[in-house]
């Protein structure tokens, strides 16, 4: 089965520019996740979507971030307008439904490095 | 509060030796996931092993170990007899129920092995 594929690889942009990030999750999980890691610290929760339904968003830095599942399938983040702070590099990942047993593995893309200048 | 702490940002070690990377997690909740994530230079972090909380039995795959500690809230991974391919970035990870799971990551723990 394919991964989790993640697109750009990596962007450049200029600070006040708006970028967005896609992500697609593995057929059939419910479960998307987007996480940001900044300059070697640790790997941040941003935000869960259970299929096109926000679950938790808690993680969200700010109203500057805006991330869609549109019929349950890809998602979308979208960072408008881009701050120097944002630069980092944003996961996704994605699992199958909660359930009994619980696997709670995460299925990683290989992340979306942003750079803003 | 929710927290993994991997005290060890980088160690670096020459082939054939052992290495242990430390994790420290800290919760109230009674039940919880831990879990070990491998990124290697490609980026995408790779699943290595899942402990529940009431399961502290050790666990021993190939070269790879893990000692669960819940007296010391401590999930400690060792790689016996290191290869260079196990140059990579470690995480450590804490799941907790919080009306869906949530994974809560360490900083991670870059380890280097030289041939």
């Known amino acids: 089965e394919a991964g989790v594929t993640q697109f750009p690889s990596h962007s450049v942009i200029e600070k006040g520019q708006t970028v967005t990030l896609r992500c697609d999750p593995i057929?059939?999980?419910?479960?998307l996740y987007w996480y940001r890691r900044v300059m070697g610290k640790e790997i941040k929760f941003l935000l869960h979507?259970?299929?096109?339904?926000?679950?938790?968003e808690s993680g969200m830095p700010n109203n500057r971030f805006l991330a869609e599942r549109t019929g349950g399938t890809y998602s979308t983040l979208k960072v408008q307008p881009a701050e120097l702070e944002d630069s980092g590099v944003y996961f996704c990942?994605?699992?199958?439904?909660?359930?009994?047993?619980?696997?709670?593995?995460?299925?990683f893309g290989e992340g979306s490095r942003l750079t803003v200048l | 509060a929710q927290k993994v702490t991997q005290a060890q940002t980088e160690i670096s070690v020459v082939e054939k030796e052992d290495v242990t990377l430390d994790c420290v997690y800290e919760?109230?909740?009674?039940?919880?996931?831990l879990f070990w994530y491998k990124q290697p230079p490609s980026g995408e972090l790779v699943f290595l092993i899942r402990?529940?909380?009431?399961?502290?039995q050790n666990e021993i795959s190939g070269r790879y170990s893990w000692n669960f500690q819940k007296s010391t809230s401590s999930f400690n991974f060792t790689i016996t007899a290191s290869q260079v391919v196990d140059s990579a970035v470690y995480f450590c990870?804490?799941?907790?129920?919080?009306?869906?799971?949530?994974?809560?990551f360490g900083a991670g723990t870059r380890l280097f092995v030289k041939a």
């Open positions: 990870a804490l799941s907790l129920y919080t009306g869906g799971f949530k994974t809560i």
């Open positions: 990942a994605s699992s199958r439904s909660t359930g009994t047993p619980y696997t709670g593995e995460l299925f």
């Open positions: 402990r529940n909380s009431f399961d502290e």
């Open positions: 919760t109230r909740d009674t039940t919880y996931y």
């Open positions: 057929s059939g999980h419910d479960n």
């Open positions: 979507f259970v299929k096109e339904s926000k679950q938790d």
